[in-house]
């Protein structure tokens, strides 16, 4: 157990660093990863059942007693994250695959790396878990519909496909996760420890697996493919944080609205842009340069607000969710 436990802290300490060498190995040894590509939504299920596995009471608990930080974070989310991809998209004049990946970057909910980054920038972990689910939660509606919206002019998009993909690799995963939990909780707790490694493990495949079929695309686009994710990742950070310190928000909670704000699920806009857009391959491109430069950025984030103390009063649910999730 104790081994298991290590290597699970490593990964999630040295994530950003997995990824970055995955996809150099991925980019310099393609053939060795392009069976990957058959599996990334099932790689991501598990990533999503890990998270159903995860979920507390204590996280509805917190939607319900103080709803409004929630729903503000998950609003910010929904809101600026779409509409920076698609100015972005347009400043740019980007080409109509790019343009459509960056916008479903925009479009998709928190990913659960960003929980890992609020708790080592001492921000308030019950509030970055609870916005990570309830955005989650409410993806299968708002992710198809903002896309059709945003990116319709650049790539036809079938909202109702989109829709009953994100419930196959996302909603079902998490309820399955959520029964388990329910029903055989000590296999549960055997084997949360080693959670966090299956994670890191499923997000590097996907990386891996997109890297590998992209290398040409890559090669060919890769600075404006990574100028257009970090722009979009540095602004999602930075709105986040002031428009949370602009509602005056606690300093914890600025710190988890950034970074759910800023960090999204972008193995899910990987999965959905190769099931929907299979046709046009460089719809992925944002989205596996968004998993390695977002793990990155709110990494590097995390760090400078490790070393800067918050003070403030902890309440019953941030000591919870807190326990719950350190454990």
Same mark, same amino acid.
């Given at each position: 157990m104790k081994t298991i436990n290590f290597i699970s802290t490593f990964a999630n300490k040295y994530f950003a660093l997995i990824t970055i060498l995955v996809a150099i190995l991925a980019f310099n040894l393609p053939n060795q990863f392009l069976w990957l590509n058959s599996y990334i939504n099932i790689l991501?299920? +598990?990533? &999503?059942?890990? *998270?159903? &596995?995860? &979920?507390?009471?204590?996280?509805?608990?917190?939607?319900?007693t103080?709803?409004?930080?929630?729903? +503000?974070?998950?609003? +910010?989310?929904f809101s600026i994250m779409p509409l920076i991809a698609y100015?972005?998209?347009?400043?740019?004049?980007?080409?109509? &695959?790019?343009?459509?990946?960056i916008i479903l970057v925009g479009c998709v909910p928190g990913g659960t790396a960003s929980n890992v *980054?609020? #708790?080592?920038?001492?921000?308030?972990?019950a509030l970055s878990i609870a916005m990570t689910s309830f955005s989650t939660l409410l993806s299968p509606m708002l992710t198809p519909l903002l896309l059709y919206l945003l990116a319709g002019q650049w790539m036809p998009v079938n909202p109702f496909a989109m829709f009953l993909s994100i419930i196959q690799v996302i909603i079902i995963p998490i309820a399955l996760g959520i029964i388990i939990q329910k029903f055989l909780p000590n296999i549960v707790e055997k084997s949360s420890q080693a959670l966090p490694f299956i994670s890191v493990i499923a997000i590097s495949g996907v990386v891996a697996a997109v890297v590998s079929g992209n290398t040409e695309n890559i090669a060919a686009s890769g600075i404006l493919i990574f100028l257009t994710v970090i722009i979009h990742n !540095?602004?999602? !950070?930075?709105?986040? #944080?002031?428009?949370?310190?602009? !509602? %005056? !928000?606690?300093?914890?909670?600025? %710190?988890?609205?950034?970074i759910e704000v800023g960090i999204q699920n972008a193995g899910l806009g990987v999965s959905l842009a190769n099931t929907h857009f299979a046709q046009q391959p460089l719809t992925a491109l944002p989205g596996a340069v968004a998993v390695v430069t977002h793990v990155i950025n709110g990494s590097i984030l995390a760090t400078i607000w490790s070393r800067r103390p918050i003070r403030k009063k902890t309440t019953d649910v941030d000591k919870q969710r807190s326990s719950s999730y350190i454990s």
């Open positions: 991501l299920g +598990i990533v &999503m059942f890990g *998270m159903g &596995m995860n &979920m507390k009471p204590v996280d509805l608990k917190l939607v319900l103080k709803p409004i930080p929630v729903l +503000i974070g998950v609003l +910010i989310q100015g972005i998209a347009t400043l740019l004049q980007l080409p109509p &695959m790019l343009a459509a990946g *980054m609020v #708790y080592l920038a001492k921000g308030n972990v !540095l602004s999602g !950070l930075l709105l986040g #944080y002031v428009i949370a310190m602009a !509602l %005056r !928000l606690d300093a914890d909670m600025r %710190r988890a609205i950034s």
